[in-house]
Nanobody, 115 residues
Framework: VQLVESGGGLVQPGGSLRLSCVASGFTFTNYYMAWVRQAPGKGLEWVSSIYSAPSTAYYADSVKGRFTISRDNAKNTVYLQMNSLKSEDTALYYC?????????RGQGTQVTVSS
């Protein structure tokens, strides 16, 4: 199993970023995919999950209405569109397999929200 994230960076409050994760080594369509994050000095926090078909999405209350998860099964890729970013969204974001992201995780991509 391999999960490779990209798309992180430094963004001002109110800005947007789109994270991508390319998966390999397993049958992508058989699994929920998730994004989890870890802020400095804190534990892992589940952010969002999506199933394959139907592509039902779930969100933590902290990101609902601002973040959108999606997936492209033909490309074995899952995305996280993040809008209206806040300083408290600063974290290392991991792509993960499983509804709560407690199966396999990638190496993470850093998102820093700061002016």
């Amino acid at each position: 199993v391999q999960l490779v994230e990209s798309g992180g960076g430094l963004v001002q409050p109110g800005g947007s970023l789109r994270l991508s994760c390319v998966a390999s080594g397993f049958t992508f369509t058989n699994y929920y995919m998730a994004w989890v994050r870890q802020a400095p000095g804190k534990g892992l926090e589940w952010v969002s999950s999506i199933y394959s078909a139907p592509s039902t999405a779930y969100y933590a209350d902290s990101v609902k209405g601002r973040f959108t998860i999606s997936r492209d099964n033909a490309k074995n890729t899952v995305y996280l569109q993040m809008n209206s970013l806040k300083s408290e969204d600063t974290a290392l974001y991991y792509c993960a397999r499983g509804f709560k992201g407690d199966d396999y995780r990638g190496q993470g991509t850093q998102v820093t929200v700061s002016s």
